[in-house]
């Protein structure tokens, strides 16, 4: 076995789980006036405290993300430009596909798209958030609405595609933010960069 993320990398992925779900729900739940979501969470004025909040949550979690993974997803090379042609190896079984380090290309991607669409959200929600009432919707607080809103689809078209590939699509995957650790064969197959720096 070989150790892939550590303690408080597993405590943060699982504190933006929880607090993504919280905020998918309660989302849903403003954006359709949906008054059983509503009434689950004590009331549509208590379930905007426990969004407002589970959004800080979420938008700390996603900036202790930075120090580790953002350096890594920086790191984009000719391998990884090659790996995303070649679809990750997972149009063909024949496909051949260059080494990857700690996370591959595609992971890379993933992690873009999930910080760029948090900053948004994060900022935008604050503006929302303090905005003096609903009758002050100025065309700043409008643009954070439908940025805020657009950033909310690309979490829920982005989420689904990362649990499927954590999961079903890489069996083994899982184990990573569960134990933090892979055994070293299954490693090699998927960050060869990566084991080789680790020294084995």
């Known amino acids: 076995m070989i150790k892939k993320v550590n303690g408080f990398e597993i405590l943060v992925h699982w504190t933006m789980a929880v607090s993504f779900f919280i905020l998918v729900i309660s989302g ?16 549509f004025a208590q379930m905007r405290d426990i969004h407002n909040w589970a959004g800080v949550v979420f938008a700390a979690a996603l900036f202790l993300t930075t120090f580790h993974y953002l350096p890594v997803a920086l790191k984009f090379t000719s391998d990884d430009v ?38 948004a959200i994060s900022v935008t929600g604050v503006i929302i958030w303090l905005r003096p009432n609903m009758d002050d919707l100025n065309k700043g607080v409008l643009l954070s609405f439908l940025i805020h809103n657009i950033s909310f689809i690309v979490y829920l078209i982005v ?27 299954w490693a090699r197959k998927r960050h060869a960069k990566w084991v080789q720096k680790m020294g084995y």
């Open 82 to 119: 090659a790996w995303l042609r070649k679809g990750g190896g997972y149009l063909s079984k024949k496909a051949h596909v260059p080494p990857q380090d700690e996370i591959n290309a595609g992971q890379k991607l993933l992690y873009f798209a999930v910080l760029f669409s948090g900053i």
């Open 28 to 43: 849903f739940g403003f954006m359709f006036k949906l008054e059983q979501i509503g009434s689950a969470f004590g009331g």
């Open 159 to 185: 989420s689904p595609i990362h649990i499927y590939m954590a999961t079903l699509a890489n069996p083994g995957t899982l184990r990573i933010m569960l134990s933090g650790s892979v055994p070293l064969e």
